[in-house]
């Protein structure tokens, strides 16, 4: 075995140990798919459930809780060195990939792995990030990143903010310890960026929120404008 076909092995086994879609490993290592299924069932002990290769753009997030899920990720991805992958250096394609993996394993080791994107899922936001398909603006209300995409559903302001302010979510604020209503991963993220309660939460938004011009202001601008 050369140690390109070593290195290409590692990088599947790296990606089937966090069950990620065979037509994903396939696209990144060209290993043959009856290979990879026999991978994966040697590595988890049951058959990998068959697919396409995902659609880009946003498409795989279809609530908000996933979109929130996402904009932890692309924050975390970026600073796992993601934005070096996108500024096309040389080698890439596999630093991006090591990236989302890094970015992934933060995730679950944050939120959990019911709470947290599976690594399909990170895997097309970080190729949605690199192409150009998705992005981060910050919330000018509570000044937290959030991802958008050509193709997502919530594209229309912060999930982070619509959840915090949701019915189900301020009920669960008001809720106090011992009590049989558990915080919603939502309210977990939001007490992990250390938001204020909600009476405090709309005084911050009065101070967040610029003042009046002519015409509507937006209610974010692009990260890094």
């Not at 970026?78 to 990939?97: A, F, H, K, N, V």
């Not at 890094?102 to 192409?131: F, N």
């Not at 604020?173 to 709309?202: C, H, W």
Request: proline letters at 7%; hydrophobic letters at 35%.
């Amino acid at each position: 075995m050369t140690l390109e076909q070593h290195a290409r092995t590692r990088l599947a086994i790296e990606l089937i140990a966090r069950r990620t879609r065979i037509s994903i490993v396939h696209h990144e290592t060209s290993l043959s798919p009856p290979m990879l299924r026999a991978l994966y069932r040697e590595y988890h002990g049951f058959s990998a459930h068959s697919g396409q290769l995902p659609r880009l753009g946003g498409a795989m997030i279809s609530t908000r809780r996933q979109q929130v899920q996402a904009s932890l990720f692309a924050v975390t991805y970026l600073r796992c060195g993601g934005q070096r992958s996108i500024q096309q250096l040389p080698g890439y394609r596999t630093r991006s990939l090591y990236a989302a993996i890094e970015a992934h394993d933060h995730g679950q080791s944050l939120l959990g792995p019911a709470h947290s994107l599976d690594m399909t899922r990170c895997w097309v936001v970080s190729c949605d990030l690199q192409v150009g398909a998705a992005r981060l603006i910050s919330c000018l209300r509570c000044e937290v990143p959030y991802l958008i995409a050509d193709q997502l559903r919530f594209n229309d302001g912060c999930p982070l903010c619509a959840l915090y302010r949701s019915p189900r979510s301020t009920k669960t604020l008001s809720v106090g310890a011992g009590t049989e209503d558990p915080a919603t991963p939502e309210v977990m993220v939001a007490r992990s960026l250390l938001l204020p309660d909600e009476r405090g939460f709309e005084r911050w938004q009065g101070r967040l929120r610029p003042p009046p011009t002519r015409g509507r202001s937006p209610d974010h601008v692009a990260v890094g404008a």
